[in-house]
């Protein structure tokens, strides 16, 4: 799709949502793929002042019905069918629920409802349009889910267009440059660097809906993909697939990996297998991606941390009573800057921001001497062992280095003596074993300390994650608690 066809379309689309009585600041739900309509529908909903809101496809019944009474949606749109799961037949039960759901349009559905009968049929915008403040209200995008009831994030034309435009300098990305996005638009690593990066640039981007390290090899190669951004499971899984067909990522020459603490070991491989340059980021869908490393630093740097401010944005630790915190000193994670989300819908007083702009992220980090930060684990996810607390992050990254673990997450368990005990939830390599006594055993060779040591292991065929690979560790302690 050309940049002329894009602009023909939305505004088609724009004046076909006028028709349906949508009204500035009005939220429009997309429960969409990475689908040329989710793109279109954004830019339409932008013409005419409304507010677009991502849902990711994976939500069901509960989830959506919470999620659109909140946003009080007044159009959801879906695919018919998508990973063999009937959205359309949901939808209309969402409708007998949310009282504020007038109208559901389906792509693919054929009949009344249809996208290509509602929304893309020949309709002119009028001219009297008035376009929106770069200050006004464009996105609603509730948080992954990691520790409980998602949160209605907003955010304005400003604060998004601030998360993408440090890809210029930090990254060197022109308009040259070809995106592959296979990360959910619905997320905002997706929505940002898939949706909004290509527009700023006037680049090239090439969507992916159903994530296939196979199949996004073949996509670099046939478009001669030049950068992507997913998070660690998809980092890995292109690593591997590199190991075995080199060539067909050759044109591959930046991956920036966020959303999650990226294990050391997999940077290292990534960066040689790949040979591209791994970016190590940290973000939020509050404020977007806040540092990454530099093409030009240093490997500890790019190995050892998440990186240090991108533009316009400040990082600081404090510690326990708020003040900074001294040079490689853990302590809570804040941020401040031109990317900062506007608020939480409805829930003004969860919106942690102070009288300086200072948001609470409500992770765990250390800042060297040179603004470097690393992600050190969260608040909520701290282990405290007879009043000493267990350095989550560091246990989970050495792990990584064990031969038979693929993937670990370590939680904490109540314990009557110590408070809480670590349990080590490991997803094992094909054809290996692994039992306590081996961890142990590892743990001792590593000359880590025994407070350290995880007091339980837990094998599982997969770790609970949110769709942009985030870990959800509320719901390991629900699993590993409910065999103690």
Not at 441 to 448: G, K, S, T
Request: charged share 25%; net charge negative.
């Amino acid at each position: 799709m050309t940049y002329e066809q894009l602009q023909q379309s939305a505004d088609r689309i724009a004046a076909n949502l006028l028709r349906l009585g949508i009204k500035p600041g009005e939220v429009v739900s997309l429960q969409l793929p990475n689908w040329w309509q989710f793109v279109v529908l954004h830019i339409a909903l932008l013409r005419i002042g409304a507010v677009t809101n991502p849902v990711m496809p994976i939500f069901r019944d509960r989830e959506m019905e919470f999620m659109l009474s909140l946003a009080e949606t007044r159009v959801l749109i879906v695919p018919r069918s998508f990973r063999d799961f009937d959205h359309a037949a949901m939808a209309d039960r969402l409708k007998t629920k949310v009282p504020s759901l007038e109208h559901i349009v389906v792509i693919g559905s054929g009949d009344s409802r249809d996208f290509e009968a509602v929304l893309n049929v020949p309709s002119r915008l009028t001219d009297s349009i008035v376009p929106c403040s770069a200050d006004t209200v464009v996105q609603l995008l509730y948080t992954s889910g990691t520790t409980g009831e998602p949160k209605g994030v907003t955010h304005t034309g400003n604060t998004l267009l601030n998360s993408v435009r440090y890809f210029e300098e930090r990254v060197r990305l022109t308009a040259k440059d070809v995106v592959l996005m296979a990360s959910p638009m619905a997320h905002q690593t997706g929505f940002l660097v898939g949706l909004v990066l290509p527009l700023y640039l006037g680049g090239r981007v090439v969507l992916q809906d159903i994530w296939n390290p196979t199949k996004a090899a073949d996509i670099v190669e046939a478009e001669q993909v030049t950068m992507t951004m997913a998070s660690t499971p998809f980092l890995a899984d292109l690593t591997a697939e590199a190991e075995r067909r080199p060539a067909a990522l050759r044109s591959l020459r930046t991956f920036v990996s966020a959303g999650a603490p990226i294990p050391r070991i997999l940077v290292r491989r990534a960066t040689e297998t790949l040979c591209a340059h791994v970016i190590s980021g940290w973000g939020m869908t509050e404020n977007g991606l806040v540092t990454t490393t530099k093409l030009d630093d240093p490997p500890e740097k790019v190995f050892e941390t998440d990186g240090c401010p991108s533009q316009g944005m400040e990082v600081r630790i404090v510690d326990h009573k708020g003040k900074p915190a001294p040079d490689d000193e853990e302590g809570r994670l804040q941020a401040r800057g031109p990317g900062t989300f506007v608020g939480y819908l409805k829930r003004p007083h969860l919106y942690a921001v102070d009288e300086d702009g200072w948001f609470e992220t409500g992770d765990l980090a250390r800042k060297d001497k040179d603004g470097y930060i690393r992600i050190t684990g969260r608040s909520e996810d701290i282990i405290i062992r007879g009043g000493e607390n267990v350095p989550v992050i560091e246990i989970e990254q050495l792990m990584y280095h064990h031969p038979a673990i693929q993937e670990v997450a370590i939680v904490g368990l109540p314990d009557e003596r110590l408070g809480e005990r670590a349990c080590a939830c490991v997803v094992l390599r094909e054809g290996t074993s692994l039992t306590l006594v081996d961890l142990s055993r590892f743990m001792a060779e590593n000359a880590v300390a025994k407070n350290y040591w995880p007091e339980r292991l837990e094998v599982l065929d997969s770790l609970p994650k949110t769709p942009s690979g985030k870990v959800q560790k509320f719901k390991l302690r629900e699993i590993v608690g409910a065999g103690t």
